[in-house]
């Protein structure tokens, strides 16, 4: 029995960038894609095991729900048409289909435990699938190491449908900061560790959003859509995020969170006026009733969007561990939302 861990990714910057980034390949003029990331406290914890014949995999949620378990012959064929049927484990389907295509010689039967939200732009569906690449690994010797997890993992989620980017699946490295460039089909990873403890909150808004939705919208901008919208939209995504990413990067080293959190508030924004007239899932009443509490604006440097944005989550950069410990106790009893924190150490941790 392989025990595994894969955590969530939150991005602190840089959102739609990586996929943006993509479309350089078509159109060179574009800018690449700047993100600045890091992996989330929660996580996927899983027991893995090779299964002649056969890929099965059931999970424990985050509320002590089960979903599973899901069972399918394990050929690329069978897999592929239930990634592309949909439904709760479409996106680890989806990576088995790929894993096999690339020559795994077997199944494997998968157990997960979560304490990762799902649907909150943590990341959950690329956690997964770089669970399942990291199964596989382990159970038959493939060799991926973390870049080959990311590359079978982007693969398997591009499976489904989906139109995500690179970004997410860099929760292969663990619980670390890491500053990307996506420059067409290539990417590039430079791990990072600030000077100082960051202490960040992240708050689940307990509301829904349609990321396919918001991910359609703003892929119909690229490349070269026409009207002022979309040009707007490129603009947000490329030179203007390349340049507010410069500094964030040079504030997290620095370890210099009143900087990195006067740098959420503008690039928060930023995405207000540039990205989200794109998509009406982007107006997030709740993000901003949150970013605008008193508690927030007492207790935290700043604060932004989650991931691809909406009424997912937000996170708010703590002016100190016990700053955060408050903010997440006025939230939770005054708004109903629900809270994690995270923390960005000086010395990277891998697990």
């Known amino acids: ?13 840089g959102e739609h960038s990586d996929w943006a980034g993509r479309y350089r390949a078509q159109d060179a003029s574009l800018a690449p894609g700047l993100c600045l990331v890091t992996g989330t406290d929660q996580g996927l914890r ?26 399918a012959p394990a050929e690329r064929e069978a897999l592929e048409a239930a ?13 088995a289909a790929e894993l096999l295509a690339r020559g795994a010689p077997g199944g494997v039967a998968l157990r997960v435990r979560s304490d990762l939200p799902v649907r909150k732009g943590l990341s959950s569906s690329a956690a997964a699938c770089v669970l399942v690449a990291r199964a596989f690994d382990r159970c038959y010797g493939l ?6 997890e990311i590359e079978a993992a982007f693969a398997g989620e591009r499976r489904t449908g989906s139109e995500c980017g690179r970004m997410d699946q860099i929760c292969a490295y663990g619980r670390r900061a890491s500053f990307l460039r996506f420059d067409g089909e290539d990417f590039e990873v430079e791990l990072l560790a600030p000077a100082a403890p960051l202490h960040l909150l992240v708050v689940d808004l307990c509301r829904g959003k349609d990321t396919r939705r918001i991910l359609r919208d703003l892929n119909a901008c690229f490349p070269a859509a026409p009207g002022a919208l979309a040009a707007g939209v490129r603009d947000a995504l490329g030179p203007r995020s390349a340049a507010l990413l410069g500094r964030a990067r040079g504030a997290l080293l620095a370890g210099d969170a009143a900087a990195l959190g006067v740098l959420m508030q503008e690039a928060q924004e930023l995405f207000d006026a ?8 982007l107006l997030a009443p709740r993000l901003h009733e949150v970013l605008a509490h008193p508690a927030a604006r007492e207790l935290a440097h700043g604060g932004k969007g989650v991931g691809s944005g ?20 006025r939230l939770e009893s005054e708004l109903g939302v629900r809270c994690l924190p995270l923390t960005i150490e000086p010395e990277a941790r891998r697990g």
């Open 83 to 95: 990634s592309r049927a949909g439904g709760f484990f479409a996106y680890a389907a989806g990576t």
């Open 143 to 148: 060799g991926l190491g973390e870049r080959g």
């Open 274 to 281: 540039r990205v989200a007239p794109a998509c009406p899932e």
């Open 46 to 71: 899983g027991e893995a095991e090779p299964r002649a014949g056969w890929f099965e995999i059931e999970s424990e949620l985050p509320d002590g729900s089960r979903a599973g378990p899901f069972r």
């Open 1 to 13: 029995m392989r025990e595994l861990f894969v955590p969530g990714r939150l991005c602190l910057f």
């Open 310 to 329: 909406g009424d997912g989550s937000a996170q708010l950069l703590a002016r100190g561990p016990a700053e955060r410990d408050a903010l997440a106790k």
